[in-house]
């Protein structure tokens, strides 16, 4: 049945080479990673990993015997240095691959700071993989001052994981409020609250003007023009997808690696999935940035491999733990104009995002079931009167049933 090559060796990668053999896929795999691991969960890098609660063995996706056991040839620490799709080749610098099918998982990239504003100073981190974190873990000591630059869900949850070890953390956040590009200014507020109740010294409306020290970062001066004082600084800015490969292959671009509905791009027996993917969603096209996205997507790219033919139908949810509080969000809230608040009792709430009167999109702090029946009633496309939703009084899973 020929050769799937696939690049990238995160969690869209895996799933696909799971899924194709899950499938009955028996021709040549090929699992190509630039990192030196077998393909691991990401998320867990920035909480449980990072303090310690985490051997790197249960980060692993699949057992590192899975891939030999079944037939798939993992390729570790090799990067590919191009891709000619008319020859259908794929040159690793001391190899070339033929492949039949070609797919794409390139995940997504950390932004870093220029070096002009000390971007390039020893002591200046970003949170994205293993070698990220194993870098950064010993500079976690009780006492220590670590500075983050960006309040987006990235930098609470290694500031919030910063304080649970006792070190002092401030967050500075340029936009008038943390988690502004995501959430609504209610779930800033409770967040706000949170950290702060941790000890968090959150700055709002302030940028990094620029990074202080010679060699090493020893101090931030700021936009209001104030200074402070650092032992090391945690970058988290966003991230952009990763396609430099697919680019200079003259694969299509349109923020991030343009796929159909079934997944394949521009280019013949080309496909992609992931973080690196903008695909059709609701008459638009969007680029998602989560697990079951790109476990999703991986998998009905396998599919339509074996002829499945089938589109890719996108069901959004992420999710965020800092401190004790889990935040698990159901939707997309883009282009809302109200947001209701269900709270559930002192440490949960959630709030509900509508526009007119469809409900997008939830966020639920410690209210799963309140996440659970959000994501359903979003999936079968109800929306309830946000009367009934603020109604504490309300059983929400009878609305599932109307």
Known sequence: ??????????????????????KGFDGRVTLIGAESWPPYQRPPLSKAYLMGEMALERLYLRPESFYSEQDIDLRLGERVQS?????????LGDDVLRYDELVLTTGS???????????????????????NVDAISPRFASGARVLIVGGGYIGLEAAAVAAKLGLNVTVVEMSERILQRVAAPE?????????????VDIREGVGLKTLLG??????????????????????????????????AAGITIENGIKVDEQGRTSAAHVWAAGD???????????????????IDQAE???????????????????????????????????????????????????????????????????DP??????????EAGKSPDPAVIADPETDLKALLRE
């Open 276 to 294: 690196c993917t903008s695909f059709p969603y609701r008459g638009g096209r969007i680029r998602l940035e989560s697990v079951p996205h790109a």
């Open 187 to 199: 779930t800033s507020d409770f967040f706000r609250a949170l950290h702060r109740a941790h000890g």
């Open 300 to 366: 009905c790219v396998a599919d339509n491999i074996m002829g499945a033919g089938q589109e890719y139908v996108a069901k959004p949810w992420f999710w965020s733990d800092q401190y004790d509080v889990k935040l698990q969000i159901a939707g997309l809230n883009t282009g809302y104009d109200r947001v209701v608040t269900r709270k559930v009792d002192a440490d949960s709430v959630g709030f509900w995002y509508y526009r007119g009167d469809t409900l997008l999109a939830v966020d639920a702090m410690n």
């Open 83 to 91: 891709i000619d799709i008319g020859a259908q080749t794929v040159d």
């Open 109 to 131: 990239v950390p932004n870093r700071l220029p070096d002009a504003i000390g971007g390039a100073l020893e002591g200046v981190h970003v949170v994205r993989d293993l070698a």
């Open 1 to 22: 049945m020929g050769h799937v090559v696939v690049i990238g060796a995160g969690q869209a990668g895996s799933s696909c080479v799971a899924r194709l053999r899950n």
């Open 369 to 378: 079931r309140g996440y659970m029946v959000g994501k359903r009633l979003i």
């Open 214 to 247: 010679e060699g090493s970062v020893t101090g931030a001066r700021l936009s209001d023009g104030s200074e402070i004082d650092v032992d090391f600084v945690i970058v988290g800015v966003g991230i952009h997808p990763g396609t430099d490969v697919a680019e």
